[in-house]
């Protein structure tokens, strides 16, 4: 192994966990040999300055850091890569400072000439529509041979970066999203603080899918495919809080998280540090939060079963019932997303038995409320992150559940119900609790292979789940 110096601005990618060198290194050799391909290449007439070498090497080990945790979800997840001159000039808060635009194309269009990255879908920008879509690229079989020879998952070995910006402002323009530049205010200021508090909690933890090798392969296909979705990234192991609408007192939730992605019969097998989980949810928060903004009492009855008396439209219930919140118009037409089929009913009977069921609430809906809402249950979940990570027990959102350590279930209950009461001041029926069975290792007899051996190797089929297991406890203690 070389003795490879990473470059001042490359330290950057690596700064949380000094104590994981020799990982780094790997990584390190590899993007030293990568790096000097690349300069090799550009066959230039005068060398770069210090600080613009500086920032080209970034930028090769920013591409090639974002190429090998792509590579481990799979071959074909790609990456992201802005071409724009804009992006780098524009909404400094959420992009990295030490990238620029020229070093990054340098890099970009070096590494695809010699061959470490291939181009999947090449960018583009319509000024007429002022729209367009950045470059999509996966690692080439070159620089995926190279990456393969470092055995330790990069999730583990590459800590999320927490400087990068978590409180994000959206808006909608024209249809598309953007991101919208903001001033520092002592709540938004506040709000930085709480969840840098929560993410420096979880990269001290590690949760993982407990399934095996084997559905993990044929889950990340069928993410890849799907329209709403993306693969499992175990790098995601950090919050954002995003607000919408151009407003600090709409949306606010957390996203990002790798744990949210995932199918909900999957939940089961999500592991804190090896240990099992327990999630427990509100079932009908914004009911709840609804009723309590009028200061009239939900009841004990569900919200959702009380409009028809029959647990089988639940669902579809629930689904009409928020739609008729978020909306601002009427509804007179059923939401597109709605699929009446096999229920029996129209829409016109569904939008008419909730407002029967809910006239204590009736002005509220088709008030457009649905995004403040979700302000208030950001705000629940923050608090109870917030009680968690003080003494260092990662609790993971899903917007309105959370998952916890097995042991902390009580706990979990108890801050939920107190958040929504400091909250709004009035009580709250208990959380739903779902406890989660997993199912037997080993099917090889009632027992299984109890060997000394066999326990430390995991279950059959698991190799890659036990081996990150492994890792991670070596490198969070070495």
């Not at 003080?390 to 916890?404: G, K, N, T, Y």
Request: charged letters at 25%; hydrophobic letters at 35%; one cysteine or more.
């Amino acid at each position: 192994m070389t003795n490879y110096q990473i470059p001042s601005l490359t330290r950057c990618l690596y700064q949380e966990f000094s104590h994981s060198l020799a990982i780094v290194t790997e990584f390190g050799d590899i993007t030293n040999v990568v790096t000097r391909a690349v300069t090799a290449s550009e066959k230039r007439q005068r060398a770069r300055s210090g600080t613009a070498q500086e920032s080209f090497e970034y930028a090769i080990a920013h591409i090639l850091k974002e190429l090998w945790k792509a590579s481990a979800i799979g071959p074909t997840h790609e990456v992201t890569i802005q071409r724009g001159r804009d992006w780098y000039s524009k909404n400094s808060r959420y992009r990295d400072p030490h990238l620029t635009y020229r070093t990054t194309i340098d890099a970009f269009n070096g590494l695809r000439f010699c061959n470490y990255l291939d181009v999947v879908k090449e960018g583009y920008y319509d000024r007429k529509l002022n729209s367009g879509k950045a470059t999509k690229v996966v690692a080439s079989p070159k620089l995926r041979q190279l990456l393969n020879n470092i055995k330790i998952h990069p999730a583990i070995a590459m800590p999320p970066d927490l400087d990068r910006e978590c409180i994000i402002l959206r808006n909608r323009v024209g249809g598309r999203r953007i991101f919208e530049a903001y001033t520092d205010t002592p709540q938004t200021i506040n709000w930085r603080e709480n969840l840098k508090t929560i993410n420096k909690c979880l990269i001290r933890h590690w949760p993982d899918l407990e399934i095996p090798d084997q559905k993990v392969k044929s889950l990340q296909e069928r993410l890849e495919l799907a329209s709403d979705k993306e693969p499992v990234n175990l790098s995601n192991r950090t919050l954002v809080r995003i607000f919408t609408n151009n407003s600090w007192e709409q949306g606010g939730r957390f996203y990002r998280a790798w744990w949210q992605n995932i199918p909900k019969e999957l939940r089961p097998y999500i592991t804190i540090d090896g240990k099992r989980t327990i999630e427990y949810d509100y079932s009908q928060i914004h009911p709840h939060i609804v009723y309590a903004r009028v200061g009239a009492e939900l009841g004990a009855e569900d919200a959702y079963n009380r409009v028809f008396g029959d647990p089988s439209l639940r669902g579809v219930i629930k689904q009409a019932f928020n739609a008729m919140l978020q909306s601002s118009t009427p509804l007179i037409n059923k939401p597109r997303k709605l699929n009446l089929k096999k229920t029996g009913l129209s829409w016109e009977q569904i939008r008419s038995g909730i407002i029967d069921a809910h006239r204590p609430i009736e002005k509220i809906f088709f008030s457009g409320i649905g995004n403040s809402l979700q302000f208030e249950d950001s705000c629940i979940a923050e608090a109870i992150m917030l009680h968690f990570s003080r003494f260092d027990a990662p609790a993971l959102p899903i917007h309105d559940s959370f998952i916890v350590h097995h042991g902390y279930g009580a706990e979990l209950e108890e801050q939920m119900r107190k958040a929504f009461s400091h909250r709004f001041g009035v009580s709250i029926a208990d959380p739903d609790m779902i406890i989660r069975e997993m199912e037997p290792a080993s099917n090889s007899d009632e027992f299984g292979d109890i060997s000394i051996d066999s326990i430390l190797a995991g279950p059959d089929g698991y190799e890659k789940y036990t081996q990150r297991e492994r890792d991670w406890f070596s490198f969070k203690y070495n």
